[in-house]
């Protein structure tokens, strides 16, 4: 009978299965993140607690085998979320530990070629965050944006805006995940904040800044780039398709100069 194992969905928790896996010698095993679980009738169902030291020792194993490259598309495509990714990354370790150096590049094993696959798309939103992010201003001071990312990547640009805005404290938060990442100016770290720290500051209607939040001068510095993006723009020159290329309607609605 198959072993399910149920986990709480973080990168460590993942890493704590994977390392049952070994040490328990399971075999026909499928992991499933705990918001996703139904119950199997075909199946052993084992829930595995996070642990931190086990977790440790299972990516300090990855990385002797793997290069810096390999082990970023291995955290990458584990951000995708996408279904059963779980048990694409448990048949990419099985393969990598047990074959020679190098078996990351071997294309032609379907765990590896899926785990490129699915980091080269979370990098591609990655970068599309970082550049369509837009913050607004509330009366507190805090500089607030809210995204809804196809994959979660939250993590992964946390650095960018912490050097790019290390003079502000700002907030980006995840509305389809129902977290954020927050930097706080003072104590210069970046931290997690979970659905309830996020919701004052957000719309439930349009995900947007509540208009009551945003300080007297964001609406003046918003009508003036908007003006801005309007003046430049020549209307012969553009191509629409060239554009929606580079800007998908999907992220319109970050962008102040759209609405």
Known sequence: ????????????????????????????????????????????????TRDAQKAARVWQGLQKKLTTESSDHFY?????????????????TRYVLSAPSGAERNFAHPAV???MQLSKKVHR?????EAFVRFQQTTDGLYVAT???????????????KDRYADQSWL????KRNYGILYDEKAGQVMEVTGEAGEPTTSNDDQDI?????????????TLWKTYFQT???????????HLRHVPTRYWRYLTEKQ
């Open 147 to 161: 995204v809804e990312p196809d994959f979660n990547v939250l993590p992964l640009i946390a650095g960018h805006f």
């Open 76 to 92: 990458k495509s584990f951000l995708s979320e996408e279904r059963d990714i779980e048990d694409t990354l448990l048949a990419f």
């Open 113 to 115: 070629l899926t785990v």
């Open 1 to 48: 009978m198959k072993d399910l194992l149920v986990y709480d969905g973080s990168f460590a928790g993942l890493l704590s299965v994977i390392f049952e896996v070994y040490e328990r010698k399971l075999i026909d095993v499928s992991i499933v993140r705990e918001n996703l679980y139904h119950p199997h009738l075909y199946a052993t169902v084992q829930a595995i």
């Open 232 to 242: 430049i723009s020549i209307a012969v020159r553009k191509n629409k398709k060239l």
């Open 210 to 222: 509540a208009s009551s939040t945003v300080h007297d001068h964001e609406a003046a510095y918003q």
């Open 125 to 129: 939103e990655k970068h599309r965050m």
């Open 172 to 175: 980006i938060y995840d509305d």
